[in-house]
């Protein structure tokens, strides 16, 4: 199946992205999410990012009009009735994504291919929730979307091959590097990523160094672009949290329990960049002021 239009479901900062890179990569896109200001700002997203990259020259001016007249937005999940490949970035909590797949799977066409930008959902069971697992796949971007090459592909239980090669055709598309993993718990990158960035939560609410040392010692010593509490609050505490989660239930070990302190910012509303402050503060743009 030739895949032309692409349907984003979440306008957020993974969906504006997704969005963002489809575009450029010539594909029509229909941007989802459920209130007007979400989709908005998700395209004064897209809009500022397509702008550097015209100020650096990486892009024409040609290119990135034309990327920006393909995405179109709307309110209603009845606009990707049509479109070939959906991907779904919403909130990562089971029971919202269940219920949105179920909807998908009764309204988009049936030949089309749904896929979840899930952190750490089994893909397995939203494939079943989408009722029609043969067409069901992950497709794990990273922050920020049009910068990172990885795209980790994840074969459900009942994932046919040919949505494995279309899906996998589809992120070489748009400039990425895509890696096959199993569908296990975290799959490959938050299996790594998130235990290290609990840790370093644990670390900061034992009291071991401030939090500027901490990320510094990953940023000097590890030489991480970014340190641990800083890239938390990059993605999002809740992101965070619900992934710690899945991951002390999928593998029924405690070695992944979320700290606490992780749960209480999480309660606290202080999700990190998206909502101005989580271990840090930022302005409106999102640069760090403390
Ligand atoms: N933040 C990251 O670094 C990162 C990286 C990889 C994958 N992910 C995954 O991507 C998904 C989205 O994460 P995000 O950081 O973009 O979150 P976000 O909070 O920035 O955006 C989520 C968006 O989805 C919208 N939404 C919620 N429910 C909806 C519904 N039923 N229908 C339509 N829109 C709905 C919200 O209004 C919001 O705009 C999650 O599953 C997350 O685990 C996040």
């Given at each position: 199946?030739?895949?032309?239009?692409?349907?984003?479901v979440g306008?957020?900062?993974?969906?504006?992205?997704?969005?963002?890179?489809?575009?450029?990569?010539?594909?029509?896109?229909?941007?989802?999410?459920?209130?007007?200001?979400?989709?908005?700002?998700?395209?004064?997203?897209?809009?500022?990012?397509?702008?550097?990259?015209?100020?650096?020259?990486?892009?024409s001016?040609?290119?990135?009009d034309?990327?920006?007249?393909?995405?179109?937005t709307?309110?209603?999940?009845?606009?990707?009735?049509?479109?070939?490949l959906?991907?779904?970035?919403?909130?990562?909590?089971?029971?919202?994504?269940?219920?949105?797949?179920?909807?998908?799977?009764a309204?988009?066409k049936?030949?089309?291919?749904?896929?979840s930008?899930?952190s750490?959902?089994?893909?397995?069971?939203?494939?079943?929730?989408?009722g029609?697992?043969?067409?069901?796949?992950?497709?794990?971007?990273?922050?920020?979307?049009?910068?990172?090459?990885?795209?980790?592909?994840?074969?459900?239980?009942?994932?046919?091959?040919?949505?494995?090669e279309?899906v996998?055709?589809?992120?070489?598309?748009m400039?990425?590097?895509?890696?096959?993993?199993?569908?296990?718990?975290?799959?490959?990158?938050?299996?790594?990523?998130?235990?290290?960035?609990?840790e370093?939560?644990e670390?900061?609410r034992?009291?071991?160094?401030?939090?500027e040392?901490?990320?510094?010692?990953?940023?000097?010593?590890?030489?991480?672009?970014?340190?641990?509490?800083?890239?938390?609050?990059?993605?999002?505490l809740?992101?965070?949290?619900?992934?710690?989660?899945?991951?002390?239930?999928?593998?029924?070990?405690?070695?992944?329990?979320?700290?606490?302190?992780?749960?209480?910012?999480?309660?606290?509303?202080?999700?990190g960049?998206k909502?101005?402050?989580?271990?840090?503060t930022?302005?409106e743009?999102?640069?760090?002021?403390?």
């Amino acid at each position: 199946m030739e895949v032309k239009t692409i349907g984003v479901v979440g306008a957020g900062q993974m969906g504006s992205g997704i969005a963002q890179v489809a575009a450029q990569a010539g594909y029509q896109v229909v941007l989802v999410d459920v209130a007007e200001a979400f989709l908005e700002r998700g395209l004064g997203t897209i809009r500022r990012s397509l702008g550097k990259f015209l100020e650096k020259g990486r892009i024409s001016q040609e290119d990135h009009d034309a990327a920006l007249a393909r995405i179109r937005t709307s309110l209603d999940l009845e606009a990707l009735k049509d479109t070939d490949l959906v991907v779904e970035a919403i909130v990562e909590d089971e029971g919202e994504k269940r219920r949105l797949f179920e909807r998908l799977g009764a309204l988009v066409k049936p030949e089309a291919i749904l896929a979840s930008n899930t952190s750490s959902i089994p893909i397995t069971a939203l494939a079943r929730y989408s009722g029609r697992p043969e067409r069901f796949i992950g497709m794990h971007f990273f922050n920020p979307v049009p910068l990172m090459a990885l795209v980790e592909v994840i074969r459900g239980e009942l994932t046919a091959e040919t949505t494995r090669e279309v899906v996998v055709a589809v992120a070489k598309r748009m400039g990425k590097t895509p890696l096959e993993v199993q569908d296990y718990p975290g799959f490959v990158s938050n299996r790594l990523l998130m235990p290290m960035i609990n840790e370093a939560i644990e670390a900061l609410r034992e009291g071991v160094a401030t939090k500027e040392a901490i990320d510094g010692v990953m940023r000097l010593g590890m030489n991480h672009p970014m340190g641990p509490l800083e890239l938390a609050d990059f993605i999002g505490l809740d992101t965070c949290l619900a992934i710690m989660e899945v991951l002390h239930r999928g593998f029924g070990d405690d070695k992944y329990r979320p700290s606490p302190l992780l749960r209480r910012m999480v309660q606290a509303g202080l999700l990190g960049r998206k909502t101005g402050r989580g271990f840090y503060t930022y302005d409106e743009k999102g640069n760090k002021v403390g």
